[in-house]
């Protein structure tokens, strides 16, 4: 069993920026696959970022490739995303979810994780 809290979010104006922090409890973090999927209201939640147990391999979705930045350190156990140029767009919950890592895996659905965190509510005003 995996516990992931995660913190960060807030209000934030157009083109600033937000730093996500997931804390995970429970298991042996460095064999973990990580990501960040969001969903706003009426929609259906969406990949962000995965990152490789080893922190190797880096996944986005198209719509932040260059403005999102996902990391990790597997000694604090923390998966950080650095999301700057913030767009209105951005607004949603953002979920950590954690997976057994899988090679071969891309980690940008849903279903391939295992583990997800109540989330934090990130709010971009224009």
């Known amino acids: 069993q995996v516990q992931l809290v995660e913190s960060g979010g807030g209000l934030v104006q157009a083109g600033g920026s937000l730093r996500l922090s997931c804390v995970a409890s429970?298991?042996?973090?460095?064999?973990?696959?990580m990501g960040w999927f969001r969903q706003a209201p009426g929609k259906e939640r969406e990949f962000v970022a995965a990152?490789?147990?080893?922190?190797?391999?880096?996944n986005y979705a198209d719509s932040v490739k260059g403005r999102f930045t996902i990391s990790r350190d597997n000694a604090k156990n923390t998966v950080l995303m650095q999301m700057n140029s913030l767009k209105p767009e951005d607004t949603a919950v953002y979920y950590c979810a954690a997976a057994r890592w899988v090679a071969g895996t891309t980690f940008e659905n849903p279903s391939e994780y295992d583990w997800w965190g109540q989330g934090t509510q990130v709010t971009v005003s224009s």
């Open positions: 990152i490789s147990w080893h922190g190797g391999t880096t």
């Open positions: 429970g298991r042996t973090f460095s064999v973990l696959a």
